[in-house]
Nanobody, 124 residues
């Protein structure tokens, strides 16, 4: 079974940056569309970004577009999410997942394998 592992979360001040990484133990992610989700306390899981196999067609939720950038390194078999100009409302647990959707990749119902998540806290 494919197991995903997120890393790179932490505590950052508003306006700061973090870079999250998603990797797979035993397998590499090159053959999968990958999506990023986040869940804030008391809120539903939100799809924020996704990238197709080959790195084309990145998509972003309106709440992060212009601040977050998704990319993949097929040589390493990883997918990254660069998060700039972070805001307190970006606080939450961030998850990566494989998804079989392309256009609807921000919808969790199309995700199958998930990581355990990494905490991102934006606070002064």
């Amino acid at each position: 079974q494919l197991q995903l592992v997120e890393s790179g979360g932490g505590l950052v001040q508003p306006g700061g940056s973090l870079r999250l990484s998603c990797a797979a133990s035993r397998f590499i992610l090159n053959n999968y569309n990958i999506a990023w989700f986040r869940q804030a306390p008391g809120k539903e899981r939100e799809g924020i970004s996704c990238i197709s196999r080959g790195g084309t067609y990145p998509r972003y939720a309106s709440s992060v577009e212009g601040r977050f950038t998704v990319s993949r390194d097929d040589a390493k078999g990883t997918v990254s999410l660069q998060m700039n100009n972070l805001r307190p409302e970006d606080t939450g647990v961030y998850y990566c997942s494989t998804t079989y959707a392309s256009i609807a990749c921000l919808e969790a119902r199309y995700s199958d394998y998930w990581g355990q998540g990494t905490q991102v806290t934006v606070s002064s």
